[in-house]
């Protein structure tokens, strides 16, 4: 079964510092990596997805994600980090319905808090 | 969250009565979805639709059901056979049903049993 895992609850950075929040991920074929935010009582917004090509992927709100195949992983990072970063953090992944509809697999979720 | 509406933004719902959950999108999407968001937990689908008067059920689909009359609506009325329907509702729309295609969502409904 393809799934997606997040390692930390919680990850803790000042402001200013760079941040990085953590994906792996188990698909059996080529995988389809997304991240997205979560404000309180929000819904998702889409951050940036890794389909094919550059294994680093540029996002909104200076975001951006590195692919890693031999790690299986996909890790949020931003250079310098800022008080209004802080919120909930998804990375999902494509996995296959069968009849061979696609939807996608979600991580527990990681809270950022960035703290002055 | 632009261009994809749910309402009510708070629902309370009394035990043995069925609440519906509205949601509009004017992306011109063809596939919609609905999700359920528990504290400590990931989102789990509970209903996809890939066009209009088509729908499957996702991994939580027991106790929910859903209608696709129309591109832009795909309502989800939660049933009393849902035993704990507590939850944040989330619902999103993406071009189709491609791995490639980003979802996106709308602003939630968060709907609390009494």
């Known amino acids: 079964a393809q799934s997606v895992a997040q390692p930390e609850d919680q990850v803790n950075v000042a402001e200013g510092n760079p941040l990085t929040v953590k994906c792996t991920y188990s698909v059996s074929g080529n995988p389809y990596l997304f991240w997205y935010v979560q404000y309180p009582n929000r819904g998702l917004q889409f951050l940036l997805k890794y389909i094919t090509g550059d294994n680093l992927v540029k996002g909104s709100y200076g975001f951006e994600a590195e692919f890693n195949k031999s790690q299986t992983s996909f890790h949020l990072k931003k250079p310098s980090a800022l008080v209004s970063d802080s919120a909930l953090y998804f990375c999902?992944?494509?996995?296959?319905?069968?009849?061979?509809?696609?939807?996608?697999?979600f991580g527990a979720g990681t809270r950022l808090a960035v703290h002055p | 969250d632009g261009g994809i509406t749910q309402s009510p933004k708070y629902l309370f719902r009394k035990e043995g009565q069925n609440v519906t959950l509205s949601c509009e999108q004017n992306?011109?999407?063809?596939?919609m979805y609905w999700y359920r968001q528990d504290p400590g937990q990931g989102l789990r689908l509970i209903y996809y639709?890939?066009?209009?008067?088509?729908?499957q059920k996702g991994d939580i689909a027991e106790g929910y059901s859903v209608s696709r009359e129309k591109k832009e609506s795909f309502p989800l009325t939660v049933t009393s056979a849902q035993k704990n329907p507590t939850a944040f509702y989330l619902c999103a729309s993406s071009m189709g049903l491609a791995g490639t295609d980003t979802q996106y969502f709308g602003p939630g409904t968060r709907l609390t049993v009494l």
């Open positions: 992306l011109n999407h063809d596939a």
């Open positions: 999902a992944v494509r996995d296959r319905f069968s009849g061979g509809y696609n939807k996608l697999i």
């Open positions: 639709s890939q066009i209009v008067n088509d729908f």
